[in-house]
């Protein structure tokens, strides 16, 4: 064996161990019957950056995917990549200071591929430095071909079910982005604005509206007064005229108009808000649309056609003062939907757009199958599957997404969907191989949108558990991990896409990871200047620190703080585990031959504690327990108690109690190593390989021994740590010899480790010691005596020092101390002295410490 280094020298191990691993050995077996273990590893946006929140879920799915392996799985941790959205568009325009619409199509989305697959490239370093484990064997990246062709067939499979359709229908739009986007896509956050008051006139006389987009006047389509409002209900049936457009809308009941609110009536736009929509639907109301895909007024909006929706708002107030039609205005808070990319305050516009159904209850249904970690998490997909108004919009107006494979027939204009067998294509680039079914023509115009991103990504359980592939399909997969952020998008997506092409719920438990907070609890952003990268950490404390911390930060589920000492203290204990595997490594050796003793048996029982904990704490994904219970019986109870305790018989002659200490210390660092390979898989396999001559990772997890508590080598334990503490507390080195110590106790224990680890002779004894006090010292108490003597102060207290203790404490006991001082009786209180006592054992002095189980004499003289 070469010479072990002191320190542990970090750098060098983990990138030795990372360039020579050999892959392979983590990739699923297609043909395997052993029991699978599918992860449906969420598939990051390739930025080029793999940033802590990424780290930290990584390091929790590493920690499953290795412990299922080592447990018998066959386990696949697959990495997928979410190439295609408008983050990329914008990073492409800005590198070579395009616009998209300048260059071809194609050629656009040549350049997209392009700084794709250089960003995956990047981010493939850094998952392999931080020692994931993943199967590389089933990569996918949702861009290429092989894979859009699936989100290409999934779109034609729901098509040819009904499942999805092709309808003007309203829609959220980001006028910035230019796009239509989907419920999940909105963020709401609250703003003031104005609410005005005007008038629209009527033959019964003005009535009096409030509103907060008075831009949308001729977007009106009707008001509406609730049925039992006394002051308006007269104009419900009639018509009243829209100021400045001046044409007639309806007024119309509904009960669901708040009276209470502005003047009580409202005017129904098409369209404002999300109630708009309904009462559009409701009332069957007609559309006019008054704002444009880019955010500007539609030709209805006369005069002011062609402003901004913000210029157009402030041309119309000041018309509407200047006219005397708004007569009054309030602030009003408000909350308003904004496009979650780009914070643009989003608008209701009547598409053509294609959407999937949605079916709520099968959602929920599904969802009750899946085992949810933590379980509350499942709220908020229940949550939000009450909240949608209307189904899931599919299609995206941009260039680098998976096309949408459909032509529109020139002469009929009926959609042609394609055919499984003719996928993958781009209708831009291809035409269809039939002519129109409906009447023959073999003119088409391509569809130019695209499809949602997360129409991709919501098959990404299906596509690793062989839907679609030359393999058998192995669906559920077993694990979805994810943040909490991504439950209604997602998370949803997924359930129903999965329940929809293959009528089962998509993995069998979803583990929710939390957010990663910067040392100030802020969540970890570039612009707070807490943004900590999982390079940087690595550099300085290496892959096994870092993945310390992601274990020991917290529970699944819950934020999670990004702290250095964390990882300084994951640093510390490789060092600590480093050192005593530097001293153990001549004296670990596996034997046959060996006859473990009491103090053998209680660390056997310990390790197989901890392993039954150990396993349960990953059995329940608590990372942070599982970790803790590992350093705890590394450091405690190997280290410090273990090792101490059988150092004179690794050192002493060769026999079955020497081998015995040997072949235990090989038993624990062997199932050590194991335990660590899921946490700090580079130091394990350093040590496991120095021991062993094996990889730690592909070696099974240990399994408990069955072991009986061993109550005589715990004690032997704490007999030895209280002895350790005495020598430590007196300042002797811990190997200095004492005269003799005399154990009192029940158990029948063995002395050899006890006096080896003591250095001096040892002697068990049943019962409890015969042991008298006697009182030594008088120490005369000045803050008593000072106060009430004064200047007889010093004699008396040199008197009481010069009288015989045990007298002194007889007094003492009785209540009153008489001194004589200058031929006077002077009498002191128990209080003016302390009485200093010793043990006494056989009639010597003996310091007793006493333990639970057992009593310690220790004789230090002779
Ligand atoms: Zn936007
Ligand atoms: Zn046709």
New binding site residues.
Partial sequence: MSEISKEYDFKQVEERWAGSWDESIYYFDWNSHAPQYIIDTPPPYPTGNFHIGNALNWCYIDFVARYKRMKGYNVMFPQGWDCHGLPTEVKVEEIHKITKNEVPREEFRRLCEELTAQNIAKMRVTMRRLGFSNDWSNEYVTMMPEYYSKTQRSFVQMFDKGMIYREDHPVNWCPRCGTAIAFAEVEYDSRTTTLNYLRFGSDLGDLEIATSRPELLAACVAVAVHPEDDKNKKYIGTEVRVPVFDYNVPVIADEVVDPAFGTGVVMICTFGDKQDVRWWVEHDLPLRQAIDRAGRMTEIAGKFAGMKISECKDAIIKEMKSLGIIYKEEPLDQNVGLCWRCKTAIEILSERQWFVKINPGEIIETSAEIEWVPEHMEIRLKNWTGTMDWDWCISRQRIFATPIPVWY?K????PLVAKEEWLPLDPNVSSPPIS?P????VEFEPETDVLDTWMDSSISALNVTGWLSDHPPRYPAQLRPQGHDIIRTWAFYTILRAKALVGVRPWDSILINGMVLGEDGHKMSKSLNNFIAPEEVVVKYGADAFRQWAAVGGSPGSDVMFRWKDVISGGRFLQKLWSMYRFSAPHAVKSDDSAPNQVDRWLLFELSQMIEAVTDSMDRFQFDEAFRAIRSFAWDVLADNYIELVKSRLYGPDGPEKRAAQSTIYAAIEALTSLLAPFTPFIAEEIRMNLSGESVHTSSWPRPLGMEPQPAGSLIKDVAAAVRRYKSDRGMALNSPLAEIEVYSDLDLETTDLSGSTSSPVAVKGGSPEIETRAVEVKPQMKAIGPVFKNQSGEIIRKLTEMDPEKVARMVAAGKIEVEVEGEVVELGPEAVEIATETLSAGKAVEMIVLEGATVLIRTGS
């Fill in positions: 027939c002469k009929c204009g009926e129109c409906a009447c023959g023509s």
